[in-house]
């Protein structure tokens, strides 16, 4: 009886390490994915706003762009009337400020919602984790049963 509980402590240990553990790995790494989403969409959302003061009147702007590696040029826009958006998949469209705004704003209920749900995942997963590991800790209290005198 002493081997067959220490096979079912085994498939419950490598359970634990090779499926529940990799898939908390798997949603913290897509929940940090999405978390720099919001973040660039929360820069462009801000970068569209402050143009927007500028105003449409002014017709260029003078700004800096950053080439990658903190590497920075002055760049001057001609019309500020309109600007490409990255809308995934290597696509871009030209939206008005407006539609930018707009866009922006629903991306980011949508990854709003998407970070939600991968937060109830991994509560999820976690508890299975705490879960398993306390099925554990019954079964090596079954295995080796402490002696009393």
């Not at 359970?15 to 940090?32: G, Q, S």
Request: contains cysteine.
């Amino acid at each position: 009886m002493d081997l067959g509980i220490s096979e079912k402590i085994l498939r419950y240990e490598s359970f634990v390490n090779d499926v529940l553990k990799e898939d908390l790995k798997k949603v913290h790494t897509r929940y940090e994915e999405l978390s720099s989403e919001i973040a660039e969409y929360i820069q462009l959302k801000n970068f569209i706003q402050s143009i927007s003061d500028v105003g449409p009147s002014s017709g260029a702007l003078k700004t800096k762009m950053d080439l990658g590696c903190s590497f920075y040029i002055q760049a001057n826009i001609s019309d500020i009337s309109t600007i490409l958006v990255a809308v995934g998949l290597g696509h871009y469209v030209e939206f008005t400020m407006e539609e930018a705004l707009r866009f922006v704003d629903k991306r980011l209920n949508l990854l709003t919602l998407q970070t939600e749900k991968l937060k109830k995942d991994s509560a999820k997963t976690k508890a299975m984790i705490k879960l398993v590991l306390g099925g554990l800790q019954e079964l090596q209290s079954i295995r080796s049963p402490t002696l009393s005198y």
